[in-house]
């Protein structure tokens, strides 16, 4: 279970204060921005409009599905981000470069590096959609129901859009992998 399980534990306890939700979503909301399309940037202002938008609505927050209140948030301050870099012609996230920080050695980082940005080359490439759904399953592996929760769709809606966003991730992968190997179509493209 997640850090935030004792956040979202007794649903007749008083609400979390906005410290305590900070601590333990901080991490959750910038991988989930980062996921769904903010580029690295932008990523300190857009956590910082997610917390914006947390604190001012603290009191509608529901104690009980606190976590998927949290990604709903997320996903739209992310939406906003998306829409703002498309109108100003901004980059793909898998044309950015992926920072390299301090670890074991440069080899594992570069191979490190390398497989963030393919993986989010891939999320690139899959509609919102089936994107928001495919982060929360496979990447924070969130429950179905409350995917649907956060999201706010039915749980079958779930179960079909995560079934389709494998497939199409599997096949960019294929795809990706052939193109890189010198033998497929899209080598040079988005």
């Given at each position: 279970?997640?850090?935030?399980?004792?956040?979202?534990?007794?649903?007749?306890?008083?609400?979390?204060?906005?410290?305590a939700?900070?601590?333990?979503?901080?991490?959750?909301?910038?991988?989930?921005?980062?996921?769904?399309?903010?580029?690295?940037?932008s990523?300190?202002?857009?956590?910082?409009?997610?917390?914006?938008?947390?604190?001012?609505?603290?009191?509608?927050?529901?104690?009980?599905?606190?976590?998927?209140?949290?990604?709903?948030?997320?996903?739209?301050?992310?939406?906003?981000?998306?829409?703002?870099?498309?109108?100003?012609?901004?980059?793909?996230?898998?044309?950015?470069?992926?920072?390299?920080?301090?670890?074991?050695?440069?080899?594992?980082?570069?191979?490190?590096?390398?497989?963030?940005?393919?993986?989010?080359?891939?999320?690139?490439?899959l509609?919102?959609?089936?994107?928001?759904?495919?982060?929360?399953?496979?990447?924070e592996?969130?429950?179905?129901?409350?995917?649907a929760?956060?999201?706010?769709?039915?749980?079958?809606?779930?179960?079909?859009?995560?079934?389709?966003?494998?497939?199409?991730?599997?096949?960019?992968?294929?795809?990706?992998?052939?193109?890189?190997?010198?033998?497929?179509?899209?080598?040079?493209?988005?």
């Amino acid at each position: 279970m997640s850090a935030a399980a004792p956040l979202e534990a007794d649903p007749d306890a008083p609400g979390p204060t906005f410290d305590a939700i900070y601590d333990a979503h901080l991490a959750f909301v910038w991988r989930n921005l980062r996921r769904l399309g903010v580029l690295p940037a932008s990523l300190d202002d857009a956590t910082q409009d997610v917390f914006l938008v947390i604190h001012r609505r603290l009191a509608d927050a529901p104690p009980h599905a606190l976590r998927a209140w949290i990604f709903g948030v997320t996903r739209r301050v992310a939406a906003d981000h998306r829409r703002l870099r498309a109108r100003k012609g901004a980059t793909s996230l898998a044309e950015v470069a992926e920072p390299v920080a301090r670890g074991p050695g440069p080899v594992a980082e570069v191979e490190r590096a390398e497989a963030a940005r393919l993986v989010h080359a891939l999320l690139d490439r899959l509609d919102d959609a089936k994107r928001e759904v495919f982060v929360l399953a496979e990447l924070e592996q969130m429950p179905a129901p409350e995917i649907a929760a956060a999201i706010g769709i039915p749980i079958n809606t779930v179960y079909s859009r995560l079934r389709a966003a494998r497939a199409e991730f599997d096949a960019h992968g294929r795809r990706l992998a052939l193109a890189s190997a010198g033998n497929g179509p899209e080598r040079g493209t988005r």
